[in-house]
């Protein structure tokens, strides 16, 4: 595998499930990012670790709980959704010295009954 | 707060027309700017980036020039091809690690 990876790429999740998305990299990256893609909205920025600390929360609900537990891998736990939460989510990484360029994976499609 | 106004799409074009993408931005100081360009089924890429007033950022023909009298950063190709199909958004960061990214622009290519 190359460059960064999500899984899975597609999920449809109740509200009251419990789910969780995975981003791996595999680019010898020392920082990485949630964002959230929803139609004719701009990207928005979720979260930042950097070493693996967070060193962003842009205000995101509590039901969203991430986990950096390396430099390679990033989750995002998701508990009690909204329907309003449908949207695609991106991972991304890059060096700290280097935040201008950022590497995206394809994105988990998920919806939200 | 810092913002990217992107036109809306879809952006329409036959195979070897003029592209223009329409970017402006509001954001303090001296932003770096950025177009990422995200094909279907992947992940967004940098495309191509300037990082002070008058630059030009280029790649694969695309050009942007950094405009700060009009807080723009337009992006055009000569010559657009059917695999120039994808959605295109124009970003900004003003300081810190923090991307702000526009609404994305979706553009598609006629043979």
């Known amino acids: 595998e190359t460059g960064v990876t999500q899984t899975p790429r597609h999920l449809v999740m109740g509200m009251t499930n419990k789910k969780s998305l995975k981003c791996e990299q595999h680019?010898?990256?020392?920082?990485m990012y949630w964002y959230k893609q929803s139609a004719k909205k701009p990207l928005e920025l979720m979260f930042v670790?950097?070493?693996?600390?967070?060193?962003e929360n842009n205000s995101v609900p509590s039901r969203f709980s991430p986990e950096c537990p390396n430099s390679s891998h990033l989750f995002l736990h998701l508990h009690t959704l909204q329907p309003e939460d449908s949207a695609l989510y991106l991972c991304?990484?890059?060096?700290?010295?280097?935040?201008?360029?950022?590497?995206f994976g394809p994105g988990t499609r998920l919806t939200v009954l | 707060g810092d913002s990217v106004t992107q036109m809306e799409g879809p952006v329409t074009l036959s195979e070897e027309a003029f592209l223009t993408i329409n970017c402006t931005y509001t954001?303090?100081?001296?932003?770096?700017l950025f177009w990422y360009v995200q094909y279907p089924g992947e992940g967004l890429q940098l495309l191509l980036k300037?990082?002070?007033?008058?630059d030009k950022g280029s790649n694969k023909g695309f050009e942007a020039t950094y405009r700060k009298e009009t807080t723009s950063f337009h992006l055009e190709k000569g010559s657009v091809q059917v695999s120039d199909s994808a959605v295109y958004f124009c970003?900004?960061?003003?300081?810190?690690?923090?991307?702000?990214f526009g609404t994305g622009t979706r553009l598609a290519v006629r043979p």
């Open positions: 991304a990484s890059s060096q700290v010295e280097n935040t201008d360029t950022q590497y």
């Open positions: 680019l010898g990256h020392n920082a």
């Open positions: 300037a990082t002070k007033a008058d």
């Open positions: 670790y950097n070493f693996k600390e967070q060193t």
């Open positions: 970003a900004l960061r003003s300081s810190g690690d923090k991307l702000t």
């Open positions: 954001a303090t100081g001296y932003p770096s």
